[in-house]
């Protein structure tokens, strides 16, 4: 009687461990019906084709947007760095009402305007204001031509150079930068600055572009403006 009792322990033990948990097998019959694996009525369960479609399709890929998920693009920070040091304010407060001179009132027919209308580097707006090729082919890109501008026509006291390029052979001198000061105020410190040096001074005018140029002998000027929707003003010079 023992011996049966223990035969039959063990086999139902045995049954036990060859059962797997309830929901293991539940999770294994819904994996095989949602793949269509299964048969239900002696027939083929039926697929539903958008969860085959999404299970089996290949990956397909836009080229076109490959970029747009900016992948390779380093993004700010959601917060400024406590650690960083803030950028210094625009001052202006070099430039005093001694130092400006009112620009004469603009002429609307604005020849000038139309050389710098298109032009996309400081070279082609060089070319098309002097007319010297053998000049304006030969000009070297460098931060450091902003340096080098005649003292009688410098850069404006807050000025932040973006590029610059010259020649020293024809003393080609071209600057852009910008400027937190309005366009007014720009033109009335170049105007009190070329006045004092002997230079002539013109003021042309068209849209949101002004141009203020002048000669004195063989030497030459002219100051491209323009307003920064950003604020402040947006400038090209060229010396000669």
Same mark, same amino acid.
């Given at each position: 009687?023992?011996?049966?009792?223990?035969?039959?322990?063990?086999?139902?033990?045995?049954? $036990?461990?060859?059962?797997?948990?309830?929901?293991?097998?539940? #999770?294994?019959?819904?994996?095989?019906?949602?793949?269509?694996?299964?048969?239900?009525?002696?027939?083929?369960?039926?697929?539903?084709?958008?969860?085959? +479609?999404?299970?089996?399709?290949?990956?397909?890929?836009?080229?076109?947007?490959?970029?747009?998920?900016?992948?390779?693009?380093?993004?700010?920070?959601?917060?400024?760095?406590? #650690?960083?040091?803030?950028?210094?304010?625009?001052?202006?407060?070099?430039?005093?009402?001694?130092?400006?001179?009112?620009?004469?009132?603009?002429?609307?027919?604005?020849?000038?305007?139309?050389?710098?209308?298109?032009?996309?580097?400081?070279?082609? #707006?060089?070319?098309?204001?002097?007319?010297?090729?053998?000049?304006?082919?030969?000009?070297?890109?460098? +931060?450091?031509?902003?340096?080098?501008?005649? $003292?009688?026509?410098?850069?404006?006291?807050?000025?932040?150079?973006?590029?610059?390029?010259?020649?020293?052979?024809?003393?080609?001198?071209?600057?852009?930068?910008?400027?937190?000061?309005?366009?007014?105020?720009?033109?009335?410190?170049?105007?009190?600055?070329?006045?004092?040096?002997?230079?002539?001074?013109?003021?042309?005018?068209?849209?949101?572009?002004?141009?203020?140029?002048?000669?004195?002998?063989? +030497?030459?000027?002219?100051?491209?403006?323009?307003?920064?929707?950003?604020?402040?003003?947006?400038?090209? #010079?060229?010396?000669?």
């Amino acid at each position: 009687m023992t011996t049966n009792r223990a035969l039959l322990l063990s086999v139902l033990l045995l049954a $036990a461990c060859s059962k797997q948990p309830a929901s293991q097998q539940d #999770l294994d019959s819904l994996d095989k019906e949602l793949t269509g694996a299964t048969q239900a009525s002696g027939a083929d369960n039926q697929r539903d084709p958008a969860l085959t +479609a999404a299970l089996h399709d290949q990956i397909m890929v836009d080229p076109a947007l490959t970029q747009s998920a900016n992948t390779n693009v380093v993004r700010p920070p959601s917060r400024p760095d406590p #650690l960083s040091i803030p950028t210094d304010p625009v001052r202006d407060d070099r430039v005093t009402a001694a130092d400006l001179k009112a620009v004469p009132a603009a002429r609307k027919d604005c020849p000038e305007c139309r050389k710098a209308d298109g032009a996309l580097t400081l070279g082609e #707006l060089a070319s098309r204001q002097s007319g010297d090729a053998t000049c304006t082919q030969r000009v070297s890109y460098s +931060a450091g031509w902003a340096n080098r501008l005649p $003292a009688d026509v410098p850069l404006y006291p807050d000025a932040r150079v973006r590029e610059a390029a010259g020649n020293d052979a024809c003393g080609l001198r071209v600057v852009s930068f910008t400027s937190g000061a309005p366009v007014g105020r720009i033109l009335d410190w170049y105007n009190a600055r070329v006045s004092r040096a002997g230079y002539s001074a013109e003021h042309q005018a068209s849209g949101a572009m002004h141009v203020l140029g002048g000669t004195r002998g063989d +030497a030459a000027y002219v100051l491209y403006a323009t307003a920064n929707p950003a604020g402040g003003s947006d400038v090209d #010079l060229l010396v000669r």
